[in-house]
């Protein structure tokens, strides 16, 4: 495997992509845990990210010397290349302004990075985005590439195997940053690039049965993918060890708890609670308009009504989670600095440690669309694991102002049309996301000869990538208009509908 250091850059995940596309198991770790990591999991080679701090200035996160040491294949972007030169003893300038965004390097030596890829002579596009820049190069480095603001926009020192780069080979904006790096792992670091989904469901399997043994364990499913796929692969290691408990709030779209419980209980034949939790979670949103606050009465009551049915049901030593690699990496800071809380996103978060159990979360390592993959080696129905996310506080956040029965029952319906008439037109992939948000104001319309006084909804569809950027999917010229008049037809208690037009940034996903 690879070991990835993070030094806090924006695109760290983006270098773990990389290297899994090419084949290759990899993992990261933050600067500060990296060298337990690097004894743990005995990588055969090591990336170091880019971040935002200096190699100047006092205290910034360094390489350990464990890694330094190690003799193993190294390649440093961005501030890695930085690290790598200071530590090796060469010499690293404030840089006046940096350089940001697309450049071009010319190709000046051969390079083991290069193979079957760029010759001599070449100019290839990068993306660059720095403040400092190498002065000096450490001694045994020789450069390889240049552009016009980095004379030393990619230094190799064969003997050792250490590459760095100034530029970001991860991100797309470098074409052939993606082939850069796999020849990184193939041929410097010499792995097979064999790592498949098949592979990793054994593993896991294996590794379930000797984390939990003879004990219980139980899984909150939310419908989701993530939950589904984690609950499926637990109950292929442990069988019937596993129940499954299923919450529901009166928060989920149309004909969802039919389907899950269908699929799991019917299909799969896996023990599931389902929880009837409708009255609990209505009395409680009562009232309620500040969307924080929704979240976490949501969230709070989740875990509630979870560990009520988890003592029913008896002697679990363990909580299963659908929790993906994102959640696990986003949740370190690097600068020290204070994140930002956009949105507090729920999950079963308190659950383990209230309730004293221990986790099982077998996605930890994956990404979404390695988890789609393996959900569809379980044998997860192709409408299943291609289904749009949905969040943990479902449509409470998609009713801003109060949340009641009679407005859920409302978007519900509209949303079902929504998603029905994608689906008709065939269109439903090419989405990231698309949901109807029911709007706490009303409008006057004319239906028949009568004047009518109802609410505002909205359609919203977004294409990404991975949640974090959005745009606003573009239909074609005929369909919104037909599925605004289905809607107004059909939905009693809306007569009007619009677009959302927003990108994210600066709008979310999500209204609340
Ligand atoms: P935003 O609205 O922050 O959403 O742009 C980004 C993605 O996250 C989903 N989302 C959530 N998922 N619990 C979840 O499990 C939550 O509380 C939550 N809030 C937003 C949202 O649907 C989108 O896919």
Redesign the pocket.
């Known amino acids: 495997s690879i070991l990835i250091v993070d030094f806090g850059s924006q695109v760290t995940q983006l270098i773990a992509r990389r290297v899994r596309e090419a084949g290759v198991y990899s993992e990261i770790a933050p600067f500060q845990s990296a060298a337990d990591a690097y004894a743990r999991i005995r990588p055969k080679g090591i990336i170091l990210s880019g971040g935002p701090a200096s190699v100047l200035d006092e205290g910034s996160p360094r390489i350990p010397d464990a890694i330094l040491q190690s003799g193993l294949p190294i390649m440093g972007i961005c501030y890695g290349q930085q690290a790598l030169t200071q530590q090796l003893g060469g010499r690293v300038e404030k840089g006046m302004g940096g350089e940001f965004g697309e450049a071009f390097v010319a190709v000046d030596a051969p390079c083991a990075l290069f193979d079957g890829l760029w010759a001599e002579g070449d100019r290839h596009q990068v993306w660059m985005s720095h403040g400092d820049h190498v002065a000096e190069l450490a001694p045994g480095f020789r450069p390889v590439a240049s552009s016009r603001g980095a004379p030393f926009a990619i230094i190799a020192d064969d003997d050792r195997r250490i590459y760095a780069m100034q530029f970001h080979p991860e991100v797309v904006h470098t074409p052939d940053g993606a082939k850069l790096i796999a020849n990184f792992v193939r041929h410097v670091c010499g792995l097979a690039g064999d790592w498949t989904m098949a592979e990793f469901r054994a593993a896991k399997i294996a590794e379930i049965r000797e984390q939990v043994g003879t004990s219980k364990v139980i899984c909150g499913l939310?419908g989701?993918v993530d939950s589904s796929v984690a609950a499926l692969l637990i109950h292929e290691a442990i069988g019937d060890q596993l129940t499954c408990v299923f919450v529901d709030g009166g928060i989920l779209r149309a004909g969802e708890a039919e389907q899950v419980v269908g699929l799991f209980r019917g299909y799969y034949n896996i023990p599931l609670v389902h929880v009837q939790a409708q009255d609990l979670f209505m009395d409680g949103l009562a009232g309620v308009t500040d969307p924080e606050a929704k979240?976490k009465f949501i969230?709070k009551t989740f875990i509630d009504v979870f560990e009520a049915e988890a003592k029913k049901i008896g002697g679990a030593d363990f909580l299963a989670q659908g929790t993906l690699y994102p959640d696990v990496i986003e949740s370190v800071s690097f600068t020290g600095g204070p994140s930002v809380t956009?949105?507090?996103?729920?999950?079963v978060g308190g659950l383990p440690e209230r309730m004293n159990m221990k986790l099982v979360e077998p996605l930890r390592e994956l990404f979404k669309d390695e988890v789609r993959v393996l959900g569809r080696e379980l044998g997860l129905p192709d409408v299943f694991v291609g289904r749009?996310?949905?969040?943990?506080?479902g449509l409470a956040?998609r009713i801003p102002g109060e949340v009641t029965r009679e407005r859920c029952d409302i978007l519900r319906k509209a949303d079902a049309i929504y998603l029905e008439e994608i689906r008709a037109a065939g269109l439903y992939d090419a989405i990231?996301?698309a949901?109807a948000v029911l709007l706490p104001v009303r409008t006057v319309g004319v239906m028949g000869d009568a004047r009518t006084y109802d609410y505002v909804l909205a359609l919203r569809a977004v294409t990404?990538v991975d949640?974090?950027t959005?745009q606003a999917f573009s239909f074609p010229g005929d369909f919104l208009p037909r599925v605004a008049t289905r809607i107004i037809n059909e939905v009693k208690g809306v007569n009007r509908v619009t677009y959302d037009y927003t990108s994210?940034p600066p709008?979310?996903?999500?209204?609340?």
Do not use: L, V, Y
């Open positions: 939310s989701g979240r969230g956009i949105k507090s996103h729920h999950n749009h996310p949905f969040p943990g506080p956040i990231w996301q949901f990404s949640g974090m959005a994210k709008g979310t996903i999500e209204w609340e």
